[in-house]
């Protein structure tokens, strides 16, 4: 039994390196907790009865998703790849990087997707039916605003979650493949999403994971994921509103 269990260790977990096992195994474990704790079913199963008291108190549950998603995708990974690998923060794009190839590759990208955004609204009406995706803050531009805001935050944990600790943390082990390996559960985690951006996540999950390479920073990816999820919005409420 002893000898059996030896020749297991030998065989599957000789030339295991560090960074790239303990980025996989977290992020495996990270993604099955935030798809457990942070959805909004489960603040309105145990936490909705505190906050009733609240202004809009259909956007708690958001807010609450863009928090929790803050905690699991964002501090909790950052504090693995600090103390779990080892490695400095920059090391997983928590940096500027090349800022003119960022800049602009960002501000190219978003104005090339506000026709894309206005002719996918137009065309599949799904679209003016999910987005955005808290209807109460349509109310009140200070309400939307501040959604977007807390939107940005939710935006900016989900990049550095895919394009930060998985990307940076298997790049040593995979190189280039690290882009592919973590498009999988990136494109996965948009199964609830309209069709057409679903299998859209797969180019842009590609596309991202190179522009965070070149510019060895996930910054840039998060902000135009922010812009298009904004722009999103703006579109389907104008679009909705201009429809009779």
Wanted: proline share 5%; aromatic share 20%; net charge positive.
């Amino acid at each position: 039994m002893v000898f059996h269990i030896q020749t297991l260790k030998e065989k599957y977990l000789r030339g295991w390196e560090r960074q790239a096992t303990v980025i996989l195994l977290a992020a495996a474990l990270l993604l099955t907790l935030h798809r457990y704790y942070s959805r909004r079913s489960f603040f309105n199963r145990h936490f909705v009865e505190h906050f009733s008291n609240f202004p809009l108190p259909e956007s708690h549950p958001y807010y609450y998703w863009f928090l929790i998603t803050a905690f699991t995708l964002f501090f909790v990974p950052a504090f693995v790849a600090k103390f779990g690998t080892g490695e400095k923060l920059n090391n997983y794009g928590v940096q500027l990087g090349n800022q003119r190839l960022g800049w602009s590759v960002t501000a190219v990208a978003w104005i090339l997707m506000i026709p894309v955004v206005i002719l996918a609204v137009m065309v599949y009406p799904p679209f003016v039916e999910k987005y955005p995706l808290c209807k109460a803050v349509v109310g009140s531009w200070q309400a939307f605003l501040l959604y977007q805001i807390a939107y940005g935050i939710y935006m900016f944990s989900w990049e550095f979650f895919f394009r930060g600790f998985m990307l940076f943390g298997l790049e040593r082990k995979f190189g280039n493949y690290a882009i592919l390996i973590q498009t999988i559960p990136f494109a996965v985690m948009h199964y609830s999403k309209p069709l057409p951006e679903a299998l859209g996540s797969i180019i842009a999950g590609v596309l991202l994971g190179v522009l965070a390479f070149e510019t060895r920073s996930f910054i840039y990816g998060a902000a135009i994921h922010w812009l298009v999820a904004m722009t999103m919005d703006v579109v389907a409420v104008a679009f909705r509103h201009s429809v009779p």
